[in-house]
Structure formats: C-alpha cells, structure tokens
C-alpha cells in the first residue's frame, strides 16, 4: 500500500493548478442516466472516486469516453462523454456502493427515467452514520413507493413521479441533488425548501438547463423545477474545485509559502479566506487565480465553525486544524455537519499538536513547532490534513493509507513538490 513521505519545514513557493471539482463531477455524472443523449463534462478531475461511479456507471448501462489530458491546454482541458442510451440495470449493488457512499445520487436519475431503482443503502462510514432518509422521504413525495429490503433501498414509480413541494428538515447536499435530478423529469413543478446552496450543487442544476429541464432560485434554499417528459444531451464545465483551493490555502498557509493557485475561484471560498484573514494569511485575487501568503511571524488562532454554505465546509475543517496547531494562541474548531469527523486528532497529536476534543468542539492551542512522524489516513480530508502537518513539521513524517488521498486530491505529491515541498511516494514493499 503506498505511503507518502515529507521532510518538513520548508516554504512552498510557485503555482499550483486547481482542478475540477470532485463533488461536483459525481451528481454530474449521476445526471447522465437522465438522457438517452450524450452528457459531456469538461474539466473532469482524475480521482479514484471519479473511477469509482464510472465502474458504477457502467455497470448501469452508461458508456463512458475519456478525452485528452491537456493541464495547461484548451480551453476545456479533459473532458469524459457519458451516453446512457440503454440503461441494462437499474441495481447498484453492495460491492459498488459501499466503495463511495456518493453511488447513491443514482437513486433519483434511475427512479425518474426507468420508474425503479434498487440501490444498497450506503451503510456507515468513518465520519459518522450519514442516513439517506431525507433522499428516501424526498422521493416518496414525488410518488415514489420505497421498500427498504436485505440492505437495499427498492424504489418504485410504475406511473412516473410527479412534483410537489418537499421541505427538507436539515440541509443536505446528497438529498437536493438526488431530488433535483429526479424532479427534472417529473411531471409538473416541484419546489426544494431548504435546499442546499453548495456551489456544486448550483452546477448540477445549471447542467439540467442546459438539458432542457426548467429550474429557478439556483444557488438559493428555495429551488423550483418544472419537470420535462425527456432531457437532451449538453456539454457542461465543471466548476473549480472550492475544497482542493481552501486545501491549498491551507499549505501555503501553514508552511509561511507563497503560492498562486491557477484556475481557483474567490467567491465559493470567500469566508474561508476571511477566516484565514483573521489569522494573518493574505489571500489575494490575481488574473489567473488567487495569490496567497502568510504575513510576518506566526499566525493567530481563530474559533471555526463548520455550516453548510455559504458557511465554513466541513470538508476543510481537518485542514484548518492543522493549520490552527503552530498558531499563537487557542482556536475553538466546532464541527456541526457530521459526527464522528476529529480521527485526525489523535495523529496531529502524535505530531506535537495540542488538541482536546470536548464534544463536537475541539480546542487547539497553537505549540511552535510540530514534529514529523509515522501517522495513518483515516479518510479523504483527515489525511491530507496530515500532510499538511509533515510540510510544517521538523523532520520526517510518514503517511500510511494514502489511498483515502488519491479518491480525493490529484496528484497531491507532483502539485506540493512542484513548489518546493520534499515530499514523495514510496510504493508497496518501501
Ligand atoms: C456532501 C459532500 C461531502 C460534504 C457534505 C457536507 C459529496 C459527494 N459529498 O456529502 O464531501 O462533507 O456534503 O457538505 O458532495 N443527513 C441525514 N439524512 C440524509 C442525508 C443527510 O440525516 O438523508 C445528514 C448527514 O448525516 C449529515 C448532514 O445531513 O449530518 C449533511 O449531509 P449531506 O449534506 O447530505 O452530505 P453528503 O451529500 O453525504
């Protein structure tokens, strides 16, 4: 199994290209089971779970082209061509789903346009239980009858599903997504209250125009869709990946860097960056991207706490601890999405960090210097928050597990190196 190795304490300096984003690629990828036309997605990053729902995918039915791979190239980069023309399976079996609990965003595509889906149910995860009731309740509003048996959530709509107004209780991604998508092609107008206003989220639904269906109050919590009888083919382009820019942020940050992140957009990541703000990082917009550099001496803890957007994303949050743990002073991290998401703790602990979990808060008072050492990923973002510990901390430090990286961060080891990181991959039997 690959491992990662850092010799810390060095500055990252250069540019570093931010790819499409992750999130948003997969209920983009999941909305092509909507048409029997070509879906094309440009900007589409190469991750292990962008892997992960094309096996899916294509087990469905879906045939999948991947196109160039030009970095600094055209003006669409790579782009993969997804045509379900013949949907051959409406089940998403176990073996495939428990893999990403993402797989699910197939439920709402495969209901609306076969009238049945039989998906597992996801099971738990690292980071806490992550039910799907909100998706399963959302859909037995638009007519769906839903059994859940031997694992798996058996949905039927023998007659199609038909809009209605659906007003989720919390806010969840997942569900709006999947409720998007199959109200798309249902009859008449459905209206999201509550919805998730994430960034990708706004992408999804601006794809579905763009095949024909009819959404307002994209990027608000009160989404209303007018369903086709059929969507058509488009081409689409992926938004910047808002999580690979905060992440990136969040090294040159931790390291006093000073680095340009090519392709990153400000907007999605704006209270992030009045976050680091506050703790004395200078995040700045340039032609090409975002600039970002740390001010003299050490930076300063700040409380964080994690919403859903426009708020602090959760999916950051393992980095900014990271990043809190060589501030002067105390940062209070509360984490408010999922249960279960400090793993982290305990390995930035073994790296000098100060850090003692209360509850859903973890307090981190800031130490000096972070020392490098053998430590294991636990999932996606937990690990890359370890590596941006080893690009602080003095001497080595060994990252076990790497693979939760690579379904998330392309490349991580080339982009870091690229700025002057000492940091390589040592394959199996190192
Ligand atoms: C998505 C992101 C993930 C991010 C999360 C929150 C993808 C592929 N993943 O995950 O990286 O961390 O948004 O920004 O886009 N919940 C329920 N019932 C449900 C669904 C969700 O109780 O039916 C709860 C979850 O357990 C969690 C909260 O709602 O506590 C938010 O989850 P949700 O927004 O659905 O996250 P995902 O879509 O799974």
Redesign the pocket.
């Known amino acids: 199994m690959d491992k990662i190795r850092i010799r810390g304490n060095r500055p990252l300096a250069g540019t570093i290209a931010i790819g499409g984003a ?2 948003a690629a ?2 983009l990828m999941t909305a092509s089971l909507l048409t029997e036309e070509t879906l094309t997605l440009c900007n589409i990053p190469y991750l292990g ?1 962008i892997s992960t729902l094309a096996n899916l995918l294509v087990q469905h039915g879906v045939s999948i082209k991947w196109k160039g791979y030009r970095p600094n190239g055209g003006q669409d980069g790579r782009a993969v061509e997804l045509t379900a023309d013949d949907i051959t399976s409406t089940t998403a079996p176990y073996d495939l789903v428990r893999r990403m ?2 797989s699910v ?1 197939v439920l709402g595509p495969l209901l609306a346009r076969c009238g049945k889906a039989r998906v597992s149910l996801p099971g738990g995860c690292a980071i ?9 309740k959302g859909l037995e509003r638009l007519g769906a009858e839903i059994e859940l048996t031997q694992g798996y959530i058996d949905a039927r709509a023998p007659k199609g599903l038909k809009g209605a107004e659906i007003a989720f209780p ?6 709006t ?1 999947n409720l998007l998508m199959a109200a798309s092609l249902a009859e008449g107008e459905t209206v999201l209250v509550n919805a ?1 206003r ?1 960034p ?1 989220v706004a992408d999804l639904a601006r794809c579905l125009v763009a095949m024909g269906a009819e959404i307002e109050g994209i990027g608000t919590d009160r989404v209303t869709i007018r369903g086709k009888p059929r969507l058509h083919g488009a081409k689409h382009r992926i938004i910047p990946d808002r ?1 690979e820019t905060g992440t990136y942020l969040m090294a040159a940050a931790i390291t006093g860097g000073d680095v340009e992140l090519v392709g990153a957009d400000y907007e999605p990541i704006a209270t992030v960056a009045r976050t680091l703000e506050g703790a004395g990082v200078e995040v700045s917009q340039t032609e090409a991207g975002l600039r970002v550099r740390r001010h003299n001496g050490r930076l300063t803890g700040v409380d964080v706490m994690t919403e ?2 426009p708020g602090f ?3 950051l949050q393992a980095q900014m601890m990271a990043l809190m743990t060589t501030a002067e002073g105390a940062a209070m991290i509360t984490e408010t ?3 279960n998401r400090f793993m982290h703790v305990p390995e930035l602990c073994r790296m000098g960090a100060n850090i003692n979990v209360h509850g859903a808060s973890a307090m981190v008072r800031g130490v000096r210097q972070l020392t490098g050492a053998p430590v294991m990923a636990t999932d996606l973002r937990a690990s890359v928050s370890l590596v941006l510990a080893g690009l602080a901390a003095e001497g080595e430090t060994v990252i076990n597990r790497v693979y939760h990286l690579d379904r998330g961060y392309e490349r991580v080891e080339e982009k870091l190196a690229a700025c002057g990181a000492d940091i390589e991959r040592l394959g199996d039997g190192s």
Request: proline content about 11%; charged content about 30%.
């Open positions: 992750k999130n997969l209920p779970d609990r993402a965003l806490g239980t992550r039910p799907v009731d909100l998706h399963l919390t806010v969840s991604v997942g569900a997504e998730a994430e990708e999580i859903p957007f994303p959760t999916d999405i999922f249960e």
